[in-house]
Each structure stands twice: as C-alpha cells, then as structure tokens.
C-alpha cells in the first residue's frame, strides 16, 4: 500500500515511524515532512492546504491512502475536496469531513454538540460583536477565574483564563471588538473554569465502531514545574496513572460512546481521530475539548505503545470495518521530552546545527521543527526534537527520555527535566 501522510512536525514523524514498520505498506511519502520523515519515506514539497497539488501527487503516485496529521487542512475541507471530484474520491482520507472537522474548528459548534448530546463539560455561552454588552454583563455573574476561548483556530493561542473581573472584561473586548485574535474571536465562548488534572484520550472511529487508543498527559508551560508561558507542548506521558480502569469506564460511558452516537445522530460522517482533552474533577470526566486528529506531543508517546499495525488499523477506518481489526496496547509506558531553541515560546533562532543524535539508543527521536542544509541537520521551529523512551515502569522511561535528551546539542537547546515527575 502507498500511504501519503500531511504535515511536516513531531507527530507526523511518529505517523511515518510507525507506518513504516507495517509489512502492509510498499511505499510513504510525507508532505512536507522533515529532515527526520526522510528516514522512514519521501518527502514531498507540498503545502498542507494545497489540495489540488496533493489530488496531483496521490493520482501520480498511485496513493492508495492519505492520513492527515494537522487540523487546519481538515476544518478547511481536504476530505470533500477528494470526494467532490471523480478522479480521486476512491483514496481514503483519514480525517473528518469539513462538517465532523468543526468539532475543533468552532468552540461554539463543539459546545453545542455536547450540550445536545449530554457530554459533560463546563457550563458556557457564546457572545460577538452584536451582544458584546449582554457578554460583559454575563462575566458580572460569574465565579473566577473564568475562561474565555476564540471560537475559531488560534494557532493555540485562542484560550485565555482570567483571574479578575477587570481582566476579562477588557480580554474579551479585545478578542471581539479589536480581533485580537483576529477573524477566530469573532464569536468567543465564556466558560466556566474547572480545577482539576488535565489529560488527554484518543479515540479512532470509521463513524460507527471505535478503538480507544491510550491515554496521555502532555505539559504545555516552558517551564519546570508548570510555570511560565504556554507552549505547544513540551513533553507527554502514557498511560497516564491516575487515569485507571474505573476513570477510562467512566470516559467511554459518558464521554465516547454518545460523542460516536452523536455524530451519528447529527448525520455527521467521520472517519479518523477524535482527540477529547479532559479534566479529571474529583474523580469524574469532564470535556474541556475535541480534537479532530491526534496531538503533538502526545502522538509521540501513544503511538510507540500501539503494538497492532497501525496499516490494519486505518484501512479499517476507510473500509467501515474497524471493528473487526486486531488492537493490542504494550503495557510499558512511553515518555516524550521535548527540545526546544533558546526563547520558545517567544522570539527564537532557527538554523542551528543539531549534533549527536546517533548516540541515542535506547530512545526513539522524532523530528518535529528541523530541515537538511548542506548535508546538515539544522533547527527549523520552536519546538526542534521530540526523544520518546518505552520503559517498564514511570520512572525508569521519565530518567531514560531526560538523560537522552541530554545527549543532543544544539546551541541555546532547553527541554524540562521535570516532565512526568509530578506523578511520581
């Protein structure tokens, strides 16, 4: 089988990794990729929303399946776009359709969904420029901190959580009346904060039967201990303790089976990843958002500990018979350290050699923001490498992932040493 995967960061290296270890595929093509994908397939020089060039390349190349990693080319309609025309309607696309895709694409639309469809999840109401005013009185009655999220894509920016009344109302303000973010908080969602831990689980469907991948818990702050700026994400654990077998029964009753039932319901098709952020109040499972494709950096630590082939299990998702595919889970755990350059999430350098990488052994090494130059590997992004380690126990993968990232330089690289040790 010839697969294409779309996007170019850390999470497509782990697409194309664990792709490339199917005996199902023949060949895989990444676009754009990275100076890692290389390793595993083709780069190909294509924009993630170029759906004509894609349409061109797949028909060339006899592509008989497309995987997309990232969201915008999906809330921007790639999937449609291969069924509205003849010639390439017969390549599976693995991701929503524009409609299924604005359960990430629109705060509102995904709030709607759950509140239809009884998904727990914080108590909410949506505000634009017409009732602005009713907005500011809304965020009067309500306790603090108070979340306000950008409806549309923000590039992960969109979310803000507000300490005083002051603060968010001069926020949302600025989200609306000034497009802070811009064309994104023409519609902002006010939502109540809840307090609890984080946590991610991934579910893949064929729009009817689902496998539940494993769970994950990334750390988005630049700093150790949970301080700092947000990043995109700068390390992931899996399995994630705290979430057993009784929290996960609780996830599937009440969160996965009526989100699968809903789209049904809504006539909505969906074929791929749904990526459920969660917050753990108490014991009990509470929707903070969907995802319409796996994240980053969690995909580097889910996918490591999937022991099917993951071939198999996509061509169940196009064929509608997922159901009757093999899925088994490894029951090591998977740590992800991520390296970044000097002054992410802020102003950065690019194009600083990265050296070392052959001496990690006992680690896998997941590109993410790096190009070729001259035969060298150079740093192209915030976040640069993503070192994932699969150890028996928490503790040994948290020393073998921190140690190996130790291994690669490059100059003004950070990473946190502290990833996972809050669950030690």
């Not at 894509?153 to 603060?167: N, P, Q, R, S």
């Not at 350290?337 to 102003?347: A, T």
């Not at 194009?351 to 680690?363: H, T």
């Not at 126990?393 to 330089?409: P, S, V, Y």
Request: charged share 25%; aromatic share 8%.
């Amino acid at each position: 089988m010839n697969i294409l995967i779309i996007g170019s960061g850390g999470r497509e290296s782990a697409f194309a990794y664990k792709l490339s270890k199917s005996p199902r595929l023949r060949q895989l093509f990444i676009a754009p990729g990275n100076a890692g994908t290389s390793q595993y397939g083709q780069n190909v020089n294509l924009k993630v929303t170029d759906f004509e060039g894609i349409a061109a390349f797949a028909l060339a190349n006899a592509v008989d399946m497309i995987v997309v990693g990232p969201e915008e080319p999906l809330v921007k309609g790639i999937h449609d776009y291969f069924l509205t025309r003849e010639d390439v309607k017969h390549i599976p696309v693995i991701g929503p359709q524009q409609q299924g895709a604005q359960l990430e694409g629109s705060k509102d639309f995904s709030k709607e969904f759950m509140s239809r469809h009884n998904i727990p999840t914080a108590s909410y109401r949506s505000f634009d420029r017409s009732n602005l005013e009713e907005g500011l009185a809304y965020l009067e009655t309500q306790k603090l901190p108070i979340v306000l999220k950008a409806d549309g894509l923000a590039a992960g920016k969109g979310v803000l959580i507000c300490e005083t009344l002051e603060d968010a109302k001069s926020e949302l303000k600025a989200m609306i009346a000034d497009a802070k973010f811009g064309e994104a908080s023409s519609v902002v969602v006010i939502e109540e904060f809840l307090k609890g831990i984080e946590l991610s689980v991934f579910v893949l469907t064929d729009g009817s039967a689902y496998k539940v991948l494993p769970s994950a818990k990334d750390y988005k702050r630049i700093g150790e201990g949970d301080t700092g700026l947000n990043t995109g994400g700068m390390g992931s654990i899996s399995p994630v303790p705290f979430a057993d077998e009784a929290f996960l029964a609780k996830v599937e009753q009440r969160i996965i089976k009526p989100t699968i039932g809903g789209l049904k319901e809504d006539g909505i098709p969906y074929k791929g990843f749904i990526f459920i952020g969660l917050m753990n109040v108490d014991g009990e499972p509470y929707v903070i958002e969907y995802n319409v494709r796996m994240g980053d950096p969690e995909t580097e630590s889910v996918l490591p500990r999937i022991e099917s082939d993951l071939v198999d299990l996509l061509e169940g998702v196009a064929k509608g018979d997922l159901e009757s595919r093999t899925y088994t889970v490894s029951p090591k755990t998977a740590v992800t350290v991520v390296l970044v350059s000097g002054g992410y999430p802020g102003d950065y350098e690019s194009g600083k050699e990265i050296s070392n990488m052959e001496n990690v052994e006992d680690s896998i090494v997941f590109h993410a923001g790096t190009k070729e130059v001259d035969g060298k590997v150079v740093t192209a992004g915030g976040r640069v490498l993503a070192v994932t380690t699969l150890q028996d126990n928490l503790f040994d993968a948290l020393q073998q992932a921190t140690a190996d990232a130790g291994r690669i330089f490059f100059e003004r690289k950070y990473f946190r040493k502290d990833i996972g040790f809050d669950l030690i």
